[in-house]
């Protein structure tokens, strides 16, 4: 793994449509509307902030995180207008096995328009030709078929479920099935 291609400077990944960008504060108001929406985090163990103020403090703890090489959060930036549409995040780099999860989640306003699918798929494409990274995976609930479908649309092969595996803030206990792509299996384009 090349940790250093993801955290020496921030790495801004282009295609047609988007940009997935570092997140700032002139980032808040559509940070907000994202973040504020219940029906985005349906399927996700993230509970949605309504106070303008609390994101404001995300946000920073998104620099942090990226000081500290934990995790890089992403904007998914609209190319038409550079408007922040989305936010796609590498988390949980374990360099023992060069594996990391990934997740992701739009504005409401541009579900079902293949910005997600599009977003991984650029994130991949950094992932496995850059930072040279074997495992890329992400956690799905059951239920969020939407985001089923842009992990299958990039070659992504459901390993199977884990019953109740993990505790999710503001939504218990649940079950969690696993979405894996290997570099051997990984296909550009």
């Known amino acids: 793994m090349n940790i250093e291609a993801v955290f020496t400077d921030f790495p801004v990944l282009k295609s047609d449509r988007i940009t997935l960008g570092k997140i700032n504060e002139g980032h808040l108001d559509e940070v907000f509307d994202i973040y504020h929406n219940d029906r ?22 998104f620099e942090r995180d990226f000081h500290k090489r934990s995790r890089v959060k992403w904007g998914i930036l609209n190319n038409e207008d550079q408007k922040l549409i989305g936010i796609i995040e590498a988390l949980d780099f374990n360099q023992k096995v060069n594996m990391i999860t990934i997740g992701y989640f739009l ?3 541009f579900w079902g328009r293949g910005f997600a699918t599009e977003s991984v798929k650029v994130l991949l494409e950094f992932l496995f030709e850059k930072v040279h990274i074997n495992r890329v995976q992400a956690e799905v609930m059951p239920s969020n078929n939407h985001s089923k479908k842009v992990l299958l649309k990039n070659g992504f092969i459901k390993e199977g479920t884990l ?3 993990t505790l999710w803030s503001g939504k218990g206990i649940v079950d969690l099935e696993i979405y894996g792509l290997l570099k051997k299996d990984y296909a550009k384009g």
Do not use: D, Y
């Not at 985090?41 to 920073?60: A, L």
């Open 107 to 109: 504005a409401e306003a």
């Open 163 to 165: 019953r109740q595996a």
């Open 40 to 61: 985005v985090f349906e399927f996700c163990g993230i509970i949605p902030k309504h106070k303008k103020e609390t994101v404001r403090k995300m946000i920073g703890h």
